[in-house]
């Protein structure tokens, strides 16, 4: 299933299972199994947290009603916790504010139990997938950051204005430098953000500025940049 999915070859992803029925967990478990992935089953939220960090990948399944902490009180915890995997919500008592209030936590869906086997079967390879993506996503923002780390604030500035489409004559002289110095400051950018010209420059920090919009929910971007400042 891993190969049919064309994930990564360095992503290992695992379905961490949730629920304090063991004759669920194990048939979801034995799904787990047969789609070629390795699942862990919990009896509690507590378990699960006690046993796991934030690194780990995948997607988590949990029931709703845990005994002690529920999954919503669950995924409030992994948030804080710094935890980026998606986790699918099951229940037997699914209601509209119930799939509201778990939906704007964070999590991915909520199934209704009895679920269907392929219902669950496409959840899982959609959270997989999600996951996987999403961590390209942000490998690659912290290098695109980085790169953009080690320029000058001479060099931001004169970026900025070659985005804009102005020549280098224009920018020698607004910021009235020579125009030897805006030569080499372009040239520098383009090496340090490994472009071969201002086109492909404005395509990277083009995709950057869509990633960006699109991990903005996660705090993902504040994240990065706290990190390369520290």
Request: with cysteine.
């Amino acid at each position: 299933m891993k190969h049919q999915l064309d994930l990564p070859t360095d992503y290992e992803p695992r379905v961490f299972v949730v629920d304090d029925d063991e004759s669920v967990s194990a048939s979801i478990a034995e799904l787990i199994s047969s789609m070629g992935f390795r699942a862990t089953t919990y009896t509690s939220a507590e378990e699960f947290l006690a046993d796991t960090d934030n690194r780990i990948c995948g997607c988590v399944i949990a029931d709703l009603r845990l005994m002690g902490c529920n999954a919503i009180e669950m995924l409030r915890k992994m948030k804080a916790a710094g935890y980026e995997i998606p986790l699918i919500i099951l229940s037997a008592f699914v209601d509209v504010t119930t799939t509201v209030s778990a939906m704007s936590e964070g999590a991915l869906t909520v199934l209704e139990k009895p679920y269907a086997e392929q219902e669950l079967w496409d959840q899982v390879i959609a959270a997989i997938l999600l996951d996987s993506e999403q961590r390209f996503a942000r490998r690659w923002l912290m290098e695109f950051h980085e790169k953009e780390h080690r320029l000058t604030e001479g060099e931001t500035e004169v970026m900025r204005m070659l985005l804009k489409g102005l020549s280098n004559k224009t920018i020698s002289h607004q910021l009235d430098l020579s125009a030897r110095t805006v030569v080499m400051r372009r040239k520098s950018i383009l090496n340090k953000l490994e472009v071969d010209n201002v086109i492909d420059l404005a395509k990277l920090i083009t995709k950057a500025q869509i990633i960006e919009q699109h991990l903005t929910t996660d705090n993902v971007v504040s994240e990065i940049k706290c990190q390369l400042q520290e």
